[in-house]
Protein backbone atom coordinates (compact mmCIF):
# COMPACT_ATOMS: atom_id res chain seq x y z
CA UNK A 1 0.00 0.00 0.00
CA UNK A 2 1.42 3.43 -1.07
CA UNK A 3 1.68 5.85 1.42
CA UNK A 4 -0.35 8.51 0.04
CA UNK A 5 -3.19 7.48 -2.33
CA UNK A 6 -4.59 9.60 -5.00
CA UNK A 7 -7.05 8.85 -7.71
CA UNK A 8 -5.91 9.77 -11.01
CA UNK A 9 -8.37 10.80 -13.06
CA UNK A 10 -9.04 12.01 -15.47
CA UNK A 11 -11.86 14.64 -13.71
CA UNK A 12 -13.63 16.85 -16.01
CA UNK A 13 -15.65 19.31 -14.94
CA UNK A 14 -17.57 22.24 -17.13
CA UNK A 15 -15.91 25.68 -16.79
CA UNK A 16 -17.36 27.57 -13.40
CA UNK A 17 -17.45 24.37 -11.76
CA UNK A 18 -16.56 23.67 -7.93
CA UNK A 19 -13.63 21.06 -8.13
CA UNK A 20 -12.78 18.85 -5.24
CA UNK A 21 -9.38 16.81 -5.51
CA UNK A 22 -8.64 14.25 -2.46
CA UNK A 23 -5.93 12.54 -0.90
CA UNK A 24 -5.45 9.60 1.69
CA UNK A 25 -2.78 8.90 3.84
CA UNK A 26 -1.42 6.18 6.28
CA UNK A 27 1.45 8.09 7.50
CA UNK A 28 0.36 9.69 10.90
CA UNK A 29 3.61 10.96 11.51
CA UNK A 30 2.72 13.35 8.28
CA UNK A 31 2.67 16.99 9.69
CA UNK A 32 2.98 19.44 6.61
CA UNK A 33 0.73 19.07 3.43
CA UNK A 34 1.07 20.80 0.57
CA UNK A 35 -1.03 20.65 -3.08
CA UNK A 36 1.08 21.47 -6.35
CA UNK A 37 -0.01 22.17 -10.23
CA UNK A 38 1.70 20.65 -13.01
CA UNK A 39 1.47 21.56 -16.54
CA UNK A 40 2.40 19.25 -19.17
CA UNK A 41 5.65 19.16 -19.71
CA UNK A 42 6.30 21.48 -16.63
CA UNK A 43 7.54 21.13 -12.88
CA UNK A 44 5.22 20.99 -10.06
CA UNK A 45 4.38 24.90 -8.84
CA UNK A 46 3.14 25.19 -4.99
CA UNK A 47 -0.42 26.33 -4.61
CA UNK A 48 -1.43 25.74 -1.28
CA UNK A 49 0.36 24.81 2.01
CA UNK A 50 -1.09 23.34 5.47
CA UNK A 51 0.20 22.40 8.65
CA UNK A 52 -1.39 20.19 10.78
CA UNK A 53 -4.97 20.17 10.65
CA UNK A 54 -7.66 23.09 9.29
CA UNK A 55 -9.03 25.09 6.56
CA UNK A 56 -6.56 27.58 4.60
CA UNK A 57 -8.06 29.49 2.00
CA UNK A 58 -6.10 31.71 -0.88
CA UNK A 59 -8.30 33.32 -3.40
CA UNK A 60 -10.79 30.51 -5.55
CA UNK A 61 -8.45 27.81 -3.39
CA UNK A 62 -9.45 26.08 -0.08
CA UNK A 63 -7.10 23.55 1.22
CA UNK A 64 -8.65 21.28 4.20
CA UNK A 65 -6.89 18.78 6.86
CA UNK A 66 -8.63 16.32 8.59
CA UNK A 67 -5.68 14.14 10.64
CA UNK A 68 -8.21 12.21 12.64
CA UNK A 69 -9.14 10.49 9.40
CA UNK A 70 -5.84 11.08 7.17
CA UNK A 71 -7.84 12.47 4.61
CA UNK A 72 -7.23 16.34 2.70
CA UNK A 73 -8.72 18.06 0.08
CA UNK A 74 -8.36 21.01 -2.55
CA UNK A 75 -11.30 22.92 -3.42
CA UNK A 76 -11.30 25.27 -6.64
CA UNK A 77 -14.08 27.28 -6.96
CA UNK A 78 -15.49 28.94 -10.29
CA UNK A 79 -12.87 26.67 -12.02
CA UNK A 80 -11.33 28.64 -15.31
CA UNK A 81 -10.04 26.35 -18.38
CA UNK A 82 -6.39 27.83 -17.42
CA UNK A 83 -6.97 25.35 -13.79
CA UNK A 84 -6.55 22.00 -16.46
CA UNK A 85 -3.39 20.60 -15.18
CA UNK A 86 -2.63 17.25 -12.83
CA UNK A 87 -2.66 18.28 -9.52
CA UNK A 88 -0.64 16.35 -6.80
CA UNK A 89 -0.61 16.29 -2.96
CA UNK A 90 2.71 16.09 -0.84
CA UNK A 91 2.99 15.83 2.30
CA UNK A 92 6.23 15.63 5.12
CA UNK A 93 7.39 14.81 8.21
CA UNK A 94 8.29 16.86 11.31
CA UNK A 95 11.86 15.51 10.93
CA UNK A 96 12.33 15.87 7.78
CA UNK A 97 10.68 19.14 7.17
CA UNK A 98 9.85 20.44 3.60
CA UNK A 99 12.65 18.61 2.15
CA UNK A 100 11.41 15.34 2.18
CA UNK A 101 8.39 15.09 0.22
CA UNK A 102 6.10 12.06 -0.18
CA UNK A 103 3.63 12.70 -3.55
CA UNK A 104 0.35 11.44 -4.69
CA UNK A 105 0.14 10.15 -8.45
CA UNK A 106 -1.61 13.26 -9.24
CA UNK A 107 -5.11 13.95 -10.25
CA UNK A 108 -5.76 15.19 -14.14
CA UNK A 109 -8.28 17.91 -14.13
CA UNK A 110 -9.67 18.94 -17.27
CA UNK A 111 -12.04 21.57 -17.33
CA UNK A 112 -14.13 22.59 -20.28
CA UNK A 113 -15.14 26.07 -21.62
CA UNK B 1 14.93 36.55 -11.81
CA UNK B 2 16.03 33.44 -13.16
CA UNK B 3 14.05 30.05 -11.14
CA UNK B 4 15.15 26.42 -11.61
CA UNK B 5 17.14 25.88 -14.70
CA UNK B 6 17.76 22.25 -15.45
CA UNK B 7 19.95 20.50 -18.53
CA UNK B 8 19.67 18.79 -21.02
CA UNK B 9 15.67 19.07 -21.22
CA UNK B 10 15.81 15.44 -23.27
CA UNK B 11 17.94 12.53 -23.21
CA UNK B 12 17.88 9.18 -24.98
CA UNK B 13 20.49 7.09 -23.83
CA UNK B 14 21.13 2.86 -24.24
CA UNK B 15 20.61 0.69 -21.46
CA UNK B 16 24.21 0.01 -19.25
CA UNK B 17 25.41 3.74 -19.96
CA UNK B 18 25.99 6.42 -17.42
CA UNK B 19 24.54 9.92 -17.59
CA UNK B 20 24.75 13.33 -15.79
CA UNK B 21 22.11 15.70 -15.12
CA UNK B 22 22.52 18.93 -14.10
CA UNK B 23 21.07 21.65 -12.24
CA UNK B 24 21.33 25.52 -11.05
CA UNK B 25 18.90 26.48 -8.35
CA UNK B 26 16.73 29.69 -8.07
CA UNK B 27 18.94 32.73 -7.09
CA UNK B 28 18.96 32.48 -3.13
CA UNK B 29 18.36 29.08 -2.73
CA UNK B 30 21.22 26.94 -0.86
CA UNK B 31 19.88 23.56 -1.00
CA UNK B 32 18.94 21.31 -3.66
CA UNK B 33 16.82 18.53 -4.11
CA UNK B 34 16.08 15.59 -6.64
CA UNK B 35 13.02 13.49 -7.84
CA UNK B 36 12.31 10.86 -10.42
CA UNK B 37 8.52 11.04 -11.77
CA UNK B 38 7.52 7.88 -13.59
CA UNK B 39 4.70 8.39 -16.37
CA UNK B 40 1.89 8.85 -14.81
CA UNK B 41 3.22 8.91 -11.11
CA UNK B 42 3.87 11.55 -8.51
CA UNK B 43 7.43 12.47 -8.19
CA UNK B 44 9.83 10.14 -5.84
CA UNK B 45 12.33 11.76 -3.43
CA UNK B 46 16.05 10.83 -4.41
CA UNK B 47 18.25 12.97 -2.45
CA UNK B 48 18.91 16.37 -1.06
CA UNK B 49 22.29 17.90 -1.14
CA UNK B 50 22.96 21.38 1.29
CA UNK B 51 26.56 22.68 1.82
CA UNK B 52 28.03 20.16 -0.56
CA UNK B 53 26.92 17.00 1.05
CA UNK B 54 23.94 14.36 1.18
CA UNK B 55 21.69 15.30 3.94
CA UNK B 56 18.78 12.61 2.87
CA UNK B 57 18.31 9.87 0.76
CA UNK B 58 15.10 8.40 -0.82
CA UNK B 59 14.50 4.53 -1.47
CA UNK B 60 17.09 4.31 -4.40
CA UNK B 61 20.27 2.31 -5.64
CA UNK B 62 23.44 3.49 -5.10
CA UNK B 63 23.63 3.31 -9.04
CA UNK B 64 22.19 6.91 -8.33
CA UNK B 65 24.82 9.20 -6.43
CA UNK B 66 25.23 13.34 -6.57
CA UNK B 67 26.94 16.58 -6.18
CA UNK B 68 26.86 20.01 -5.31
CA UNK B 69 29.15 22.65 -5.88
CA UNK B 70 30.12 25.74 -3.93
CA UNK B 71 27.66 27.94 -6.26
CA UNK B 72 25.04 25.29 -5.17
CA UNK B 73 24.20 23.95 -8.29
CA UNK B 74 23.80 19.95 -8.80
CA UNK B 75 24.89 17.09 -10.57
CA UNK B 76 22.90 14.00 -10.73
CA UNK B 77 24.63 10.75 -12.07
CA UNK B 78 23.05 7.36 -12.73
CA UNK B 79 25.31 4.40 -13.74
CA UNK B 80 24.49 1.14 -15.39
CA UNK B 81 21.41 2.66 -16.63
CA UNK B 82 18.31 0.05 -16.77
CA UNK B 83 15.05 0.64 -18.98
CA UNK B 84 13.31 1.35 -15.56
CA UNK B 85 14.97 4.42 -15.32
CA UNK B 86 13.09 6.31 -17.99
CA UNK B 87 11.39 9.15 -16.51
CA UNK B 88 11.36 12.86 -15.65
CA UNK B 89 14.41 13.54 -13.56
CA UNK B 90 12.77 17.02 -11.36
CA UNK B 91 15.48 19.14 -9.85
CA UNK B 92 13.96 21.79 -6.40
CA UNK B 93 15.82 24.27 -4.53
CA UNK B 94 15.10 25.78 -1.77
CA UNK B 95 16.31 27.45 1.64
CA UNK B 96 17.33 25.32 4.12
CA UNK B 97 16.49 27.94 7.01
CA UNK B 98 13.42 26.13 9.21
CA UNK B 99 11.30 28.76 7.98
CA UNK B 100 11.48 28.09 4.21
CA UNK B 101 8.88 25.65 2.94
CA UNK B 102 8.14 24.53 -0.15
CA UNK B 103 10.04 24.02 -3.22
CA UNK B 104 10.99 25.41 -6.59
CA UNK B 105 10.68 22.76 -9.44
CA UNK B 106 12.35 23.19 -12.76
CA UNK B 107 11.13 21.76 -15.51
CA UNK B 108 12.96 18.60 -15.72
CA UNK B 109 14.74 16.71 -17.83
CA UNK B 110 13.24 13.51 -19.79
CA UNK B 111 15.64 10.10 -19.61
CA UNK B 112 14.88 7.95 -22.30
CA UNK B 113 16.61 4.54 -21.60
CA UNK B 114 16.46 2.50 -24.93
Same mark, same amino acid.
Given at each position: QKEVEQDPGPLSVPEGAIVSLNCTYSNSAFQYFMWYRQYSRK???LLMYTYS? =???EDGRFTAQVDKSSKYISLFI???QPSDSATYLCAMSEPNTGFQKLVFG? =??RLLVSP | DAGVTQSPTHLIKTRGQQVTLRCSPKSGHDTVSWYQQALGQGPQFIFQYYEEEERQR???PDRFSGHQ?????SELNVNALL???SALYLCA???QVKTSYGYTFGSGTRLTVV
Open positions: GPES =GNKRDST =GT | GNFFPNYSLGDSSR
